[in-house]
């Protein structure tokens, strides 16, 4: 075999958990080959985060101008262009895009276009070439999943092809109330339509704590988008003019269109693992705490493995990788301490253990919790909005998670990583000094009031 096609590292898969791989790899003078189908920064970049978040901000500037009146500023939204919209958000993706590829070359990563297939525990096959490696990392990532039975075309759709449009829907459902599907329902109806959420579960974002998934649902009914929990869906037929969905419970309705969001899927099939020999489970690729599969030299990272799915999962999954072949005996990252955020309006921010996760793992006499409303933050009244910051702490121990809802809580989120990964107890945040007047101060307030000091809050 060619020497050219030796190379330390192979990895399939060049999304936010490969290309992070292969980056901190060259980085380390590891020679890498890359393994991209589409273009390199995958799912988040092209058909995920990146353009999701371009459409959020649009429908964020929307709903200043319509509100604007309440400040003194008098304005209106005259219309909404969704080509010039979808033109902003592509800009976005290009300027990413270009600027990653080009840390890829600067890298002398080799980027290798085409379909890869694992074809030896150390090799994978790219149109009709080898590529070998004395260490393989599997990086694949995940599709938009649908129900047994739904299928997907036309009108009924998922992500993909709603990030593709080039209408805005007067009316939608949307069948999942999990972060995509929440996100897309604020984003629609910033942009007028009406919208209905459909979610098998008692809650929307089911997944936060129950105390922030009651204020989601009250702030969403606030804003006029109409949501069903608790509820099975039946079924769907689409017509040319539109769509028409039942649930178990026989109710019914109507829209232009029904996006389906209800998750994704590890994107393993047919790409040769299990042939390999690598332990799967429904899909997912099984690893130890270092990434490691059963198979010696391979590697997995992101979406694929099972946990959250989330781009900088992948993304620091991705660098760990890469030391970890490099012999640099990274620590093991700690799945409980990965921040999560649903960029709707309101935004959630959390990071750690809700109040019942707390309870199973201490026991219900083990854990407090105290919740620190925004209404007593002076940058939130600014801002206009609402919401509060909920700590969670281990009984006379440090506080094992943090959870907010609010405008812009997202930018939040990191202090609230490093107080849980670090086990921080009341006292070591409620001697920080926050800066004021920011939205920040929030936290710091909430760990005065945890401390027995509270300021701005009764006591």
Not at 162 to 182: E, F, H, N, Q
Request: aromatic fraction near 6%; include cysteine.
């Amino acid at each position: 075999m060619a020497e050219e096609n030796v190379f330390d590292i192979v990895v399939l898969g060049g999304g936010s958990g490969g290309y992070a791989t292969a980056l901190r790899a060259a980085e380390l003078g590891m020679s890498v080959a890359l393994v991209e189908a589409d273009k390199v920064g995958g799912t988040c970049l092209h058909r995920g985060c990146i353009p999701t978040k371009a459409l959020l901000h649009a429908a964020e500037l929307a709903d200043d101008a319509r509100h604007g009146a309440a400040v003194g500023v008098h304005t209106t939204v005259d219309r909404i262009d969704i080509g010039e919209v979808n033109q902003y958000k592509a800009g976005v993706i290009d300027r990413l895009y270009k600027g990653l590829a080009g840390l890829v070359a600067a890298r002398k990563v080799e980027l290798v276009n085409g379909w890869g297939r694992l074809v030896a525990p150390d090799t994978v096959m790219v149109a009709g070439r080898q590529l070998v490696g004395r260490s393989v990392v599997l990086a694949t990532g995940s599709y938009a999943r649908s129900l047994p039975g739904l299928d997907i075309g036309g009108r009924v759709m998922t992500s993909d092809q709603a990030l593709t449009l080039d209408w805005i829907p007067k009316s939608a459902v949307v069948l999942g109330g999990g972060v995509i599907g929440c996100e897309f329902a604020s984003v629609w109806k910033s942009f007028g339509a009406d919208v209905t959420i459909i979610e098998a579960l008692p809650h929307l974002v089911p997944n936060e704590d129950e105390a922030i998934c009651k204020a989601f649902e009250r702030a969403f009914r606030k804003r006029g988008i109409a949501f069903s929990t608790g509820v099975r869906f039946a079924g769907v037929e689409q017509s040319d003019s539109g769509v028409h969905v039942w649930l178990e419970d026989s109710r019914a309705f109507d829209a232009d269109l029904l996006l389906v969001a209800v998750g994704r899927g590890p994107a393993t099939g047919d790409l040769g693992y299990e042939e390999q020999g690598v332990a799967m489970d429904r899909g997912f690729v099984l690893t130890d705490e270092r990434l490691r599969t059963n198979v010696d030299g391979v590697y997995a990272v992101g979406d694929i493995v099972p946990g959250l799915q989330l781009a900088h999962r992948g993304f620091a999954q991705g660098i760990f990788v890469a030391e970890q072949i490099a012999g640099l005996e990274p620590a093991p990252i700690v799945e409980a301490t990965i921040p999560r955020v649903t960029y709707s309006t309101p935004e959630v921010a959390s990071v750690g253990l809700t109040e019942a996760g707390a309870k199973e793992v201490f026991g219900d006499d083990n854990v407090t919790t105290l919740e620190y409303n925004l209404g007593g933050n002076g940058k939130s009244q600014i801002l206009g909005t609402q919401g509060f910051v909920k700590l969670v702490r281990r009984a006379d121990g440090p506080v094992v998670g943090v959870h907010m809802i609010g405008a812009r809580v997202g930018e939040l989120v990191g202090e609230a990583q490093l107080i849980v990964a670090w086990e921080a107890y009341p006292d070591d945040v409620a001697s920080l000094v926050h800066a004021h007047p920011t939205q920040n101060e929030a936290v710091g307030e909430a760990f005065l009031a945890l401390a027995g000091k509270p300021l701005h809050a009764h006591a």
